[in-house]
């Protein structure tokens, strides 16, 4: 048979389409060559797959090759369709088995010697291959953990060798995935850092388990040692584990960006990403020269982004947020095509309140000029979008002693904090069953406005901050949000003067 079709995969930011591969053997002169639209590593492929093929023994075709990826408009680019190729050719040549390979979905680059070497996105590409009608697949062995993810029968292949045996049935056994680590044993026992380290800064503590229950944004200025870094990597200790599709979103992402740990193959916790102040707009947000990849916002996609000293990042990068805060993905167009990456995180901002970064503003040599000027860099669109913002003092001596010794009455650790974030959640949740939100900080205004009217007592207290400028159309949506999420924690139904209060004093300041 000179014609055989095998499968494999493409990937569009994260999200995973399924490929036909056929491979046409003419007669003429000898030659290889691959149409579909890839890209150079796919070019390539086909000096990769001969050297493969005969470094594992077999006979390469002497005759006319076409190697074909449908559908055949869709850009891919990558070197995972070598695994395909190979085999399509060898099927077409009659070496294995076509009906073998016209069902399973084959994934994995070939190294010259035949070696099965691991490529990224491996799930999001078997969960499109599922959702298109597939049942099996194989992949490279280092892959198999995050391919029996998907769903799919998987096997993994060690060499070209190897599955070309298999496929024959000469006796060689692909290998099995170990069964799936479960994911909730995982999520019910969160480690990392805990709030009884965090010694004072009551405001602060309490912003925190407010910004955890709605899903808030928070925003912290204050002097170096006082605690914004220690407070914000412990955020993700309070927030619920993932649940099953989220745990696969963010998986998927993590694929795509090969950040993905073998032995755990499944993210079931929040995550924490904290760029360096000197990342680029593309590191942040996604994009590259070449294959477009997720930025530091996709990595934390249903977790925490951390900007800590973040007058110092780029203030293009910075805005470059804005619209990310507001939709949850971030689409990147390209000459060669638009590529949507998610991106829901919760936004956590650190800065210290001038250049100089005393300890006590009598210590401060910076202008006032220069100390207005610093916190600018802090656009007031981003600020706009961020519903905490909270001031924190350096620590006073007698705070500062106990951490020499073991205090007698020992702060709230995460795990009580985090019972009563649970209980917030469950009560927003029964409050927006029926719609696409769960948590109070992804409710749009207008949705808000029609579940709650402020009572007289909250109406005047939110027009006097209109009234003073202190809060714009968009900030008065988000101190009703917030104030919803401070009702949520008192066990109220709807929220009432003191949680107005609240939550005007944490986005603008004092509320009387």
Sequence with gaps: ????????????????????????????????????????????????????????????????????????????????????????????????????????VLLGELGLDGAVRPVRGVLPCLLAARAAGRRDAVVPVENLAEAALSGLRVRGARSLRDLVESLRGDGTQLVLPDPPADAAAVAGSPGGPDMTDVLGQPEARAALELAAAGGHHLAMVGPPGSGKTMLASRLPGLLPPLDAEQALEVTAVHSVAGMLDEDTPLLTAPPFVDPHHTSSRAALVGGGTGTVRPGSISLAHHGVLFLDEAPEFDRRALDALRQPLESGAVLLARSGGATRFPARFQLVVAANPCPCAAARDVDCACPPGERRRYLGRLSGPLLDRVDIRIDLPALDAPTLARCAAAAADAPESSAVIRQRVLAARDRAAHRWAGTPWRRNADVPGPAVRRRWQPGPSEQHLLDRAVDTGRLTGRGYDRVLRLALTAADLAEQDIPGPHQVATALALRCGDAA
């Design 1 to 104: 048979m000179s014609l055989a079709r095998t499968w494999a995969a493409s990937l569009s930011g994260v999200t995973g389409h399924l490929v036909a591969v056929e491979a046409d053997l003419a007669a003429g002169l000898p030659g290889t060559t691959v149409i579909g639209l890839g890209d150079a590593a796919v070019s390539q492929s086909r000096d990769r797959i001969r050297a493969a093929v005969l470094n594992s023994g077999v006979k390469w075709p002497d005759r006319r090759i076409t190697l074909a990826l449908s559908p055949a408009g869709m850009r891919k680019q990558g070197a995972g369709f070598d695994l395909a190729l190979a085999v399509a050719v060898l099927a077409a040549d009659g070496v294995v088995p076509a009906a073998e390979v016209d069902g399973p």
